[in-house]
């Protein structure tokens, strides 16, 4: 079957670092999102990745391992704004969407 | 650019009634549109895809006669949850993908539009 696995809920101070790790094993792979979901607010696109490496945007940067089924995404200083839920998604070889139960991510100050 | 929006935001139905709910692509024609369901602290859950001028895609387990999807243009698709229970009240949001992207297939997601059945 087809799986995504991330934590359910992490805690971090602002101004800290945080990384959220996605692992996942699907029939076929074309390409790996991540995405922000505030409460009660639909999911807004951060990060897509199809091959193998680091994508650095501005405080957020997505790492791919295909080989390892292994994704993450790396928040930098960060913000009470960034308390959030964080969803991994992968693309399948029919290009559909699965999509994990997503990361809480709480801010401390 | 890639705006989609949904209507209406939120909605209190009777139960036994019908809800019809809009998803239109405002800046791109959208090839395809997906219906999702979510649930409070539950991830996203596909429900049907759509494309324009065919029958729409339903997942395992949701009735396609309960919701009804139509994806008649580039730029609209609705989706009618039809004799609505109060299991049926959730959060619905729609995502809508770009035709002719190339090598990325995002999804833009609408605002959502969260049922109450009484």
């Known amino acids: 079957g087809q799986n995504i696995d991330q934590p359910t809920e992490m805690t971090a101070t602002e101004g800290a670092i945080v990384q959220i790790n996605c692992t996942y094993q699907?029939?076929?792979?074309?390409?790996l999102f991540w995405y922000q979901q505030h409460a009660g607010e639909a999911p807004t696109f951060l990060s897509y990745n199809v091959l193998d490496g680091l994508e650095e945007k501005g405080r957020f940067s997505s790492f791919l391992s295909r080989s390892k089924g292994y994704s993450y995404l790396l928040l930098k200083e960060l913000q009470m704004k960034d308390s959030a839920s964080y969803l991994c998604a992968v693309m399948d070889s029919n290009y559909q969407l699965i999509w994990g139960a997503g990361t809480k991510l709480i801010i401390k100050p | 650019g890639a705006v989609v929006s949904q209507h209406p935001s939120w909605v209190i139905c009777k139960s036994g009634t019908s809800v019809k709910i809009e998803c239109r692509s405002l800046d791109f024609q959208a090839t395809t549109m997906f219906w999702y369901r979510q649930f409070p602290k539950q991830s996203l859950m596909l429900m049907a895809t759509?494309?324009?001028?065919?029958?729409?895609?339903?997942e395992q387990g949701v009735e396609k006669d309960k919701f009804l999807i139509n994806h008649a243009s580039l730029t609209l698709s609705t989706l009618t949850v039809t004799s609505a229970h109060p299991e049926d009240s959730s959060f619905y949001i729609c995502?809508?993908?770009?035709?002719?992207?190339?090598?990325?297939?995002?999804?833009?997601f609408g605002p959502g539009t969260r049922l109450t059945v009484t």
């Open positions: 699907t029939s076929g792979f074309n390409g």
């Open positions: 995502s809508a993908r770009p035709g002719g992207t190339g090598d990325s297939y995002e999804q833009y």
């Open positions: 759509s494309n324009e001028g065919s029958k729409a895609t339903y």
